[in-house]
């Protein structure tokens, strides 16, 4: 290819290493990600999450956690795993320390859960399904805003509108309503809570990416491309598509951050019913509502513990934000790498 | 183009969306099936009535069900849809029927919804009076020490569950009970876990404890509001009764705390750039070569331009109070709309669930309409 060769010429006068543009541009890239401090930090602790949560999928013993199938509740049940002699205190609640046993280093909930073994179990099911739904609404949306994008006109209005009809309703209830419907469908609420999400987050990529390809389709090199013969279709996919893509992988890690938010929040309300909300299965939003539980009853008069148990509300809660703010920073460093323009 | 074709357009444009969310909503009401929402209408499961009963029970409700092949589904779906258009735009909105309450669906919203305005005003004056002053003072001074704090504090609103907020908010200032406020039924019981700080009540709106001491033409117990106007805050006023006044306010504090939390970030990030957009204009520069003090120029040459698209923050407030509400409504226990909707969704309540997704889409459109034409009346360019 012509570029090749001059690429290559010129990084052989200047005496350096030469590479192909493209892994030099990769390099660059690289080089301008790992400028931003925070963000390599923010990096590092989402792979540190991303691979807890692989290796409680592939082999949950490891860790610790019984190797279990998300119908099967009994090995997550809480009185399975709790039931050590004398670690429990006289109200049934763990509390945080090293007196019981490494999986109870931060307490217990008032179910006797261990804390620590339910964060780490729960990351399995809520990135492995964070990145389900991102991914497929991306690509849903992504494909469908391109090609709106790109056709304009009616396509392009009809999109806008359908769009327009997804935002004007708080996600939140979309997706609550919208689970609720479909679970009679699938036969399953778990199921129907995350076709409800991907339903409901397809239009942001939509939007995002017919965007993108309104500006890219009117540059140079796709009309020198419709000159030289190139169909609709292969310019919407070789020529366009490429260019669109950059942004969107940048929208996706901040979003994998947002739909975990979702899902603990969903979990907290108890919408997606007995396979969720159900205290033996773990799920960090889940987690935290089972510690609040001990003062949403003491309005009915149970006071469970006295001080209030604190720890099943703010362990998991910062062991989520913690997660949350490191995406967030990496998909900004990402965003800063990615657009030349704002590199240092 | 001109101002009123702008408006007319933008107008018009409300209208497939409108249609739209209708046959969003139906597809909800589709997806639900006679059986749930059988089971929404008649929560006694014990009871076994014949299917054909059932359906039956589902017509009269406004549901059109039959009996095929010994299972209860839904006929005639295109008229269905045209009735249940029909219904929504008189506002003939169903029954919610056992959970959380019995009444006419419109006549509940009635009565939970100004709990929902009186904690959505209060977070949006709590916002925009921190995030006014803020946003010009960050913005004024960008990538300074004090800006990277109000980005970390940004980013913190977007990476925070608001649920998980409200309940550590409780942790930490809890009391469950009107808690040295007076009148309470159940006394100073503090929860949190910081002295003398845990004083304020975090369950509802104040109103629970009114139901056995309120005097007569204060309180309605059908749905546990205060009369006239069902805002808490402002009845004990005009009743001129300072300690219910009092209950009131402590009882917003956590909740509205809460909520301006979650709005904060976005409202503050978008302030943040409008002055920093501003600040690069050339008459800026000129007004600094003017000899203009610096104080005047962020005052009256930066911060008046930059408040200008500040105005689309309306709708960006809206949406995030309508979502913000939700969880907050459910984690205080506080009823308000968003509470209703939660309640009405895990019981089935089809009727419950359909309107207040539908109310919640047009105040939506009709703030983003309202922002759109006050934006394009401030700023000409926008009229394409």
Known sequence: ?344 | MELKYFILRRSLVIIPTLMGLTVITFILLWGLGPELIYRGINSSPKVNIPLSQQALILSQNGFSAAVVNGKLVFTNPIGMYFNFVSDLFRGNWGYIIGQPLTAPTLQAIEFYFPNTIQLAVGATVMALLIAMPLGTYIGARPNSASDQVGRIFSLSGYALPAFWLGLVLIVLFGNNGTAGFGNGTSGNTPVGIIPYLNIFPYFGNGTEFLSTTAPKGFFSSTFGQTLPTHIFLIDSLIAGKLNYFVIALAHMVLPVATVTYGVLAGILRFIRAGMVDASGQEFVKTARAKGVPEGQVIKKHIRKNALLPTVTVLGLLISGLLGGVVTVEIVFNYKGIGWLAVQAALNYQAWGILAITFLFGIILMVTNLIVDVVYAFMDPRIRY
């Open chain 1, 1 to 344: 290819m012509v570029e090749d060769v001059i690429g290559t010429d010129l990084l052989d006068i200047q005496g350096e290493k030469s590479y192909h543009p493209r892994t030099e541009q990769l390099l660059a890239t690289a080089r301008s990600f790992l400028s931003y401090k925070a963000s390599v930090v923010g990096l590092v602790i989402t792979a540190i999450y991303f691979i807890f949560a692989l290796v409680d999928w592939v082999y949950p013993a490891i860790l610790g956690i019984p190797a279990a199938t998300f119908n099967n509740m009994t090995t997550y049940s809480p009185f399975a795993i709790g039931t050590i002699s004398g670690g429990i205190n006289n109200d049934g609640i763990f509390r945080p320390g090293l007196a019981h046993g490494f999986p109870y280093l931060l307490g217990g909930t008032i179910f006797n859960f261990p804390l620590l073994l339910g964060m780490i179990a729960s990351l399995r099911f809520d990135i492995g399904y964070s990145v389900l739904v991102v991914f497929t609404g991306a690509a849903i949306g992504s494909s469908v805003g391109v090609i709106a994008g790109y056709l304009g006109r009616w396509a392009d209005e009809l999109l806008m509108r359908l769009t327009d009809i997804f935002f004007s309703i708080p996600f939140l209830i979309l997706i609550i309503a919208f689970s609720l419907a479909f679970t009679s469908f699938f036969n399953s609420s778990l199921t129907a809570m995350i076709v409800a999400l991907i339903i409901v987050w397809w239009p942001t990529y939509a939007r995002l990416s017919r965007s993108l390809a309104l500006s890219t389709k009117s540059l140079n090199y796709v009309e020198a491309a419709t000159a030289a013969g190139s169909s609709k279709t292969r310019n919407i996919f070789y020529h366009v598509f490429p260019n669109v893509l950059s942004p969107i992988f940048v929208q996706i890690s901040l979003d994998l951050g947002s739909v975990i938010l979702i899902f603990a929040t969903l979990a907290f309300l108890g919408v997606a019913g007995s396979q969720i909300s159900n205290y033996t299965f773990p799920e960090l939003g889940q987690l935290i509502s089972s510690g609040s539980s001990t003062f949403q009853t003491t309005f009915t008069g149970v006071h469970l513990g006295t001080p209030v148990i604190w720890w099943p509300i703010i362990i998991p809660g910062i062991f989520l934000l913690i997660f949350t703010v490191s995406i967030n920073l990496f998909g900004d460093g990402l965003r800063d790498a990615l657009d030349p323009r704002l590199r240092k």
